[in-house]
């Protein structure tokens, strides 16, 4: 047995070294290392090859580098111009995180509006990463207060909100898409079921340009909660309204519609059995 192994453990030495001996040129000498590729800087092209003007050396470490030449140009407000009276400050789960980078990332099907919600915001907010946890949290409502009864809200927005054309967030925006969106039957979007109750959506009113009310019929003490699930509340009026058939006659629901990102419908949900494969789920669509 002893022989036998010793034999087959030189013939797996020999076989070893003979590879070695055909393999490829051995490792080039260590020498100096090759100098660093630089990295890109701001004045690099971007990835359509639009070689940018040149970013100020220096500029306000807390808004994004890639705005500083906007502001040192005068073509964008500075922060502290462009910023609410009383500003929401979100704490980073782990770390501040650095300015830069490209994401990458990509979905398909419905839930493809995840992406776009990201744009969008409630008059509540809940704490993230995860929903249902803790309180609702103020977000384009500073503070709210209802009365004894819960048929009463009260909502102070928060002052000097500004769309991304820089146009003024007030009431009347959230007015524009409550009545002229949400609760016009002639728009492909519908108020939320959750803001019902027993079947009646309640009444907002417009107090001034950043308090409005909202009147339920009987009491509600989800008002908060409510709002945290809403991925929108408000449209710019002072343009979405150049959409709509009741300020622009020239306009129709079909233009307006038209820039609904996702279109809830509705009446009652149907399932078509034809968007039913075998092997897998079926999709109830309206």
């Known amino acids: 047995m002893n022989r036998r192994f010793n034999w087959s453990l030189s013939i797996l030495i020999m076989f070893s070294m003979l590879i070695a001996a055909c393999g490829g040129e051995g490792a080039p000498p260590v020498g100096p290392a ?15 090859g639009d070689a940018s ?67 969008r915001e409630s008059l509540t907010r809940w704490e993230a990463p995860l ?18 009864d819960g048929t009463e809200v009260i909502v102070h927005l928060r002052e000097g909100i500004k769309w991304s ?7 009347e925006d959230i007015e524009f898409y409550w009545y002229d969106v949400m609760l016009d039957e002639n728009a492909t979007e519908s108020l939320p079921n959750i803001l019902f ?9 417009v107090i001034d340009d950043f308090t409005i009310k909202f009147t339920y019929p009987k009491p ?13 509340i408000a449209w710019p009026k002072h343009y979405m309204s150049e959409f709509h058939p009741k300020y622009n006659d020239q306009a129709t629901y079909e233009d307006l519609n038209a820039h609904t990102e996702l279109e809830t419908g509705r009446g009652a949900v149907t399932l078509r059995p034809g968007c039913w494969k075998s092997g897998t789920r079926a999709m109830p669509i309206g």
């Open 34 to 48: 090759a100098a660093a590729t630089e990295a890109p800087t701001a004045e690099a092209a971007d990835d359509d």
């Open 53 to 119: 003007a040149e970013m100020p050396s220096d500029g306000n470490p807390n808004e994004s580098p890639m705005l500083w030449a906007a502001v040192a140009s005068g073509e964008l407000p500075s922060l502290e111009e462009r910023l609410p009276v009383n500003p929401l400050v979100v704490e980073p789960l782990s770390e501040i995180g650095s300015y830069g980078g490209t994401l990458r990332h990509g979905s398909a099907g419905l839930f493809a509006y995840i992406h776009e919600n990201l744009t």
């Open 197 to 205: 109750v027993e079947g009646e959506a309640p009444v907002l009113e």
């Open 165 to 171: 054309d820089g146009e003024l967030f007030t009431s």
């Open 220 to 232: 509600y003490y989800f008002f908060a909660e409510g709002m945290a699930t809403l991925s929108e």
């Open 131 to 148: 929903a249902n946890v803790g309180p609702p949290l103020p977000n384009l409502a500073e503070s709210w207060e209802a009365n004894e």
